[in-house]
């Protein structure tokens, strides 16, 4: 069973940065890309980057121009990097590598 393991998520003032981590157990990015999501209470998941095996990246509009899903040469870490962070955007955060799932880090940003 690949695990995928989240971290970085912490509080962070309204207009602050975090950078999340994905870890995963196994070379899984390299053919099912990888996803973040996140899902504030009361609120559906949503997809906010993706960034597909091929290297294509893909953005929710709301994030546009501010986060940023990145690899390294490390085939088996992903990140997003979290810019202009709202208090809107706090939500437990996710990485998804089909068919699986990291067990969420919690982000909040304040006002």
């Known amino acids: 069973q690949v695990q995928l393991v989240e971290s970085g998520g912490g509080l962070v003032q309204s207009g602050g940065s975090l950078r999340l981590s994905c870890a995963a157990s196994?070379?899984?990015?390299?053919?099912?890309?990888v996803a973040w999501h996140r899902q504030a209470p009361g609120k559906n998941r949503e997809v906010v980057a993706v960034l597909t095996a091929g290297g294509r990246t893909i953005y929710a509009d709301s994030v546009k121009g501010r986060f940023t899903v990145s690899r390294d040469n490390n085939n088996k870490m992903r990140y997003l990097q979290m810019n202009s962070l709202k208090p809107e955007e706090t939500a437990a955060y996710y990485c998804n590598s089909r068919p699986f799932w990291g067990q969420g880090t919690q982000v909040t940003v304040s006002s």
């Open positions: 196994a070379n899984i990015f390299q053919d099912y890309g």
